[in-house]
């Protein structure tokens, strides 16, 4: 105990760096927690997606064609809120929301939870941390969801 409080005195504002980082930690995670946000990394997302989770695609159309993942419905951020009936179908089902780095998912988490979503997670890193994971990204504008919904 000698030892703790002689690096304590010699050593205080390493000391009060330490603690003000643990107290960071905990409050940061104490808000995630309380707000009800959970990102979800690409792997988790993957046995979301693979139990039924429908995946919004929150980038504009020409960032969508670019690359997206295999089954996204693609429906940019601004036009969430106009477009929030439609989803009414898949209120039941998980939603993961993709935006390019995680940040525009957020919000629309948020949004779709005070809309009445239960389970709603953003992916944590967006389409980048996707990709950075290896997983497959398709191209085009149209999906296999779109097409079977046309027949």
């Not at 948020?110 to 290896?134: D, I, P």
């Not at 497959?136 to 079977?148: D, E, H, L, M, Q």
Request: with cysteine; glycine share 8%.
């Amino acid at each position: 105990m000698d030892k703790i409080l002689e690096f304590t005195g010699n050593n205080t504002l390493l000391v009060l760096a330490l603690i003000t980082s643990f107290f960071v930690v905990v409050f940061t995670e104490l808000r995630r927690k309380a707000s009800g946000m959970t990102n979800v990394e690409a792997i988790e997302a993957v046995k979301l997606i693979n139990n039924d989770a429908v995946v919004i695609d929150l980038r504009n159309v020409d960032t969508f064609s670019k690359g997206h993942i295999v089954g996204a419905r693609n429906i940019p951020s601004d036009e969430l809120d106009a477009k929030m009936n439609d989803l009414e179908s898949i209120k039941s089902k998980p939603i993961v929301a993709v935006c390019d780095a995680g940040v525009t998912a957020t919000k629309a988490v948020n949004s779709l939870r005070q809309a009445g979503f239960e389970s709603v997670y953003g992916l944590k890193g967006g389409m980048n941390g996707w990709s950075q994971a290896g997983l497959p990204v398709v191209t085009g504008k149209k999906t296999k969801a779109r097409k079977s919904k046309k027949k």
